[in-house]
């Protein structure tokens, strides 16, 4: 007992030295002696240790690390496993959708083992703080890494092994489990995620079979291209410009291409952001298989012609004191992503514009290899009003159908309007009642609308006619003037022949 004592009394004041030690150097040795001293001792200690770590950072640069990823989840299944009880801090976390499914991770600055093929694996996650920098408005940020420790002579095991069997098997997870995330720019240049619930998918979207078809036709063979864009020398990306009037759908088929290609979204708000330099850093943060999405793109953007563009640039940059918040992105700085030498980071990337007014968008952003198929949101159709009727209400017919569909022929309405009167009431007949009201309303409207318009087009019909009646009567009037002036030159030549003949009888006679 005394031997103990008397070894913890003298870790102690070793402990106690060191830090003495230690405090001493940093008050009094210059830093570049301290950060020389530490240097070599952490080459010493390396060569003596027979342990090697590798750090897997969250992020490196801008770009989201994809092997930090593929580590989270797969450690979270590790630790589901039940396979490492004895940590003492754990993570728990579940979404409102799916309660019941409780997702166990690890906590900063635990350490849990794990051991592939014989060797022992022991995985930390760190946590730092990061200041921010006042000049340019950013705060201060948490860095999470994970670092993975092991016997030395595993090393190449580690690197070649065990860290592509973690990103295997993290695909596997994803492709399997995963639920899809939707991804907002919270600030100018960071991207905010939350977990995308949308349930629309191609089976219920409200469109004709043969368009639907031929999106689901053209998103399956972009995925299956990767050789061939490789082959051809194209970034690894497509177009889409969705375009109608409001409540046609458009958010819709942006839901159900995510989820039949299992992408997730990144909303992108273009007026939060400050200047192309801030678009970049957002756009090269995405992750592969994903999809860039710009709604209403005529509304958030100024995008002018491109003549016009320049003549602006060339405006700001005389202007050297214009503020930093009206340094707003440019066309030039979005179609640099879209094909430009931005658009080759990141490969399996669907872009999606929407906007209301097509004439409206820059003819420069609408030609093929930037928005390479464009896609007619118009208003409900016959196919389109049956596939709203059984998602609603489970029926393939009604004695209202073909009321319904003829109204359908004669009036305008969107898909939106129709989804909102089948969903008021539970009961199908009356809810296809108060479509059919619905839409003899619209007609009414439609017919009034015309009927006011009528006199006056009949009105401009009149001033049309009588405009050209006064053309036929000037014209009429032209020609009699015309022919009245002939008649007295005619007259007029007349008299003077008559003339000169009286005047060459004179001279005969004489």
Known sequence: MASYDKTMATAASLAASLMLVRGLANELLPSEVREALSAALNS???R????????????????????????????????????NISMQRLRVSSTESEAEKMVVSMEAGEEMPDVYEGAEFRWYLVTREVKGDPDSGTGAREVRSYEVS???????????????FI???????????????????QYSDEWNPMELQHPSTFETLAMDRKQKQSIIDDLDRFTKRKDYYRRIGKAWKRGYLLYGPPGTGKSSLIAAIANHLRFDIYDLELTG?????????????????????????????????????DEDEEHAKSNLTRKKSEDKVTLSGLLNFVDGLWSTSGEEK???????????????LLRPGRMDMHIHMGYCTLEAFRILANNYHAIDSHET?????????????TPAEVAEVLMRNDDTDVALHDLVELLNSKKKDATEI??????????????VIKTESMLVDEKKDGNEIKTESVHVEEKKDDIEVVLKNDSFTKDGSS
């Open 273 to 309: 952001v400050e200047s192309n330099s801030d678009l970049r850093k957002l756009l090269i943060a995405m992750n592969n298989r994903s999809i860039l999405v710009v709604e209403d793109v005529d509304c958030t953007i100024e995008l002018k012609q491109r003549e016009e563009h």
């Open 401 to 413: 159908y073909p009321e319904i569909e003829e109204l359908i022929k004669e009036v305008t309405v």
């Open 167 to 185: 990103v295997a098997t993290a695909k596997a997870i994803w492709d399997g489990e995963r639920s899809l995330s939707i991804y907002m720019n």
């Open 150 to 164: 092991f016997h030395k002579r595993h090393k190449e095991k580690a690197l070649k092994e065990y860290l592509p």
């Open 350 to 364: 669907i872009i999606i514009f929407t906007t209301n007014y097509k004439e409206r968008l820059d003819p420069a």
């Open 44 to 46: 010493l200690r390396s």
């Open 48 to 83: 003596l240790t027979w342990q090697h770590t590798i750090v897997v950072e969250e992020k490196e640069g801008w770009s989201y690390n994809h092997v930090y990823s593929a580590v989270k989840a797969y450690l979270a299944t590790r630790v589901g496993a039940g396979a």
């Open 450 to 463: 015309k009927t006011e318009n009528k006199p006056a087009n009949e009105k401009k019909d009149a001033d």
